[in-house]
């Protein structure tokens, strides 16, 4: 019978570090102290795979801190989108879900960042009116397979208005988080870009980029003397090169 192996010491000085109770990452990497809260006019539902709970890297959690109006909601499926937010929703279609799946702004005849499409993946007529009707949006936080089972697990997302980003820069996160696609963005980076253009507040974006910033600086900086706590990311096989 083989002995069971002991523990290594970084593995047990992560276990031992507190974590932050608001948004929910280690001591030494959170960065609420410079959260600034924004008065949003439109809803934030940020549905959680249960297996993305990144405590390190992930923004769900510091995002929704952000909005004085903002829920999220850790799991697979809800059987309506007022029972994933907790509240009614009298007209469903005024609300936006953030999936891109296999549409792309770059295949579209747009120079908008910001797309409304159909369930057949082109573009909306009427793009203005469409958007400016939105009251509430729904973003999937997760990697791209596990939002994708989300998007799959909840039908009632079809009775919501689908959008998708074309984003001019490629995500903040760099080599610490590899994207498979150019236009794929961290949760924090696309509400910045979804409320921020809805509402028309560019304040909104640049708070939101200000924290994510804040956030991988802390991060990068714990790489040196935390490695426990913030690992270097290990290369994914089949990604391009940034």
Not at 46 to 63: F, K, N, S, V, Y
Not at 145 to 155: D, E, M, T, V, Y
Request: aromatic residues 4%.
């Amino acid at each position: 019978m083989s002995k069971q192996s002991k523990p290594d010491a970084g593995s047990a000085a992560a276990e031992t570090t507190p974590d932050c109770p608001r948004c929910l990452k280690p001591l030494p990497l959170c960065i609420c102290d410079s959260v600034t809260a924004i008065d949003n006019r439109i809803s934030l539902l940020i549905l959680q795979h249960p297996q993305e709970q990144d405590r390190a890297l992930g923004t769900a959690r510091l995002t929704a801190l952000h909005f004085k109006n903002a829920v999220v909601k850790i799991g697979l499926s809800w059987p309506s989108l007022s029972r994933a937010l907790g509240r009614p929703v009298a007209d469903p279609s005024r609300w936006a879900v953030l999936y891109l799946g296999s549409a792309k702004v770059a295949d579209l005849q747009t120079d908008r960042e910001v797309v409304a499409i159909d369930r057949k993946g082109e573009i909306e007529d009427h793009q203005r009116a469409i958007l400016k009707d939105i009251e509430g949006i729904v973003l999937l936080d997760g990697t791209w397979s596990q939002a994708k089972a989300l998007w799959w697990r909840n039908a009632w997302m079809l009775k919501c208005q689908r959008v998708i980003l074309g984003p001019s820069r490629p995500s903040r996160y760099g080599r610490l988080r590899r994207e498979p696609r150019r236009d794929g963005l961290s949760t924090i980076e696309a509400a910045a870009m979804l409320l921020s253009t809805l509402e028309k507040r560019p304040d909104i974006a640049e708070t939101l980029h200000g924290s994510f910033e804040r956030m991988l600086a802390r991060y990068r900086e714990a790489q040196h003397v935390l490695p426990e706590l913030a690992a270097k990311p290990k290369p994914e096989a089949g990604l391009p090169p940034p």
